[in-house]
């Protein structure tokens, strides 16, 4: 991501792939990320269900900072 690391995760009982995206601050007294996360969440939450967008699939936050869930894309690198 653009502002953050994506993770691939596992839900164990299913074993269904998901993309865990975590915001990456840019030293401890930069909030700036948290509020770049929330404006990201709220724009998917607005967005709908669309053939070309991954679904938002949870979202939760650990210390304060907001975690997306969403489905793996298996040849979803937008670098290639």
């Given at each position: ?7 691939m995760v ?71």
């Open positions: 991501g653009g502002f953050g690391s994506v993770y596992t839900h164990e009982p299913s074993q269904s792939k998901y993309a865990l995206k975590c915001p990456i601050a840019l030293d401890d007294n930069d909030n700036k990320f948290i509020k770049t996360a929330a404006w990201e969440i709220k724009v998917y939450a607005h967005l709908g269900r669309h053939e070309n967008i991954v679904e938002l699939s949870f979202v939760d936050t650990d210390s304060g900072v907001p975690l997306m869930l969403m489905p793996w894309a298996e040849l979803g690198d937008l670098n290639t």
